[in-house]
């Protein structure tokens, strides 16, 4: 997607995130980079456009920092299709988050 398309400014970013995924619970992802509306990660997990999911980051205390709910956009082969992170997954939030 060009620069001229996108509605929210993005910013680089690398955080651990818990995916849920239908039945699928406890995945992980690394985002790379955020916006208000959408996040770029990579994960070993295989989704599709259209998925819904829920994205959770977690404290090491285990608490709640943030807790997303989102669609699958685009999924794109990784890096490494052989290493650890395999697919590179867009999402759209649900609702906007506040920019940090």
Same mark, same amino acid.
């Given at each position: *997607?060009?620069?001229?398309?996108?509605?929210?400014?993005?910013?680089?970013?690398?955080?651990?995130?818990?995916?849920?995924?239908?039945?699928?619970?406890?995945? @992980?992802?690394?985002?790379?980079?955020?916006?208000? #509306?959408?996040?770029?990660?990579? #994960?070993?997990?295989? *989704?599709?456009?259209?998925?819904?999911?829920?994205? #959770?980051?977690?404290?090491?205390?285990?608490?709640? *920092?943030?807790?997303?709910?989102? #669609? @699958?956009?685009?999924?794109?082969?990784?890096?490494?299709?052989?290493?650890? *992170?395999?697919?590179?997954?867009?999402?759209?939030?649900?609702?906007?988050?506040?920019?940090?």
């Amino acid at each position: *997607m060009s620069e001229e398309r996108r509605r929210a400014e993005r910013r680089p970013e690398c955080v651990v995130f818990r995916l849920d995924i239908g039945d699928r619970h406890g995945r @992980v992802a690394v985002s790379l980079n955020r916006s208000e #509306t959408g996040i770029l990660f990579a #994960t070993p997990s295989r *989704m599709h456009v259209g998925d819904r999911l829920a994205l #959770t980051r977690v404290d090491l205390d285990g608490s709640v *920092m943030e807790a997303h709910e989102a #669609t @699958v956009v685009r999924v794109e082969p990784g890096q490494s299709r052989s290493g650890p *992170m395999r697919f590179l997954v867009a999402v759209k939030l649900e609702a906007p988050m506040a920019p940090r």
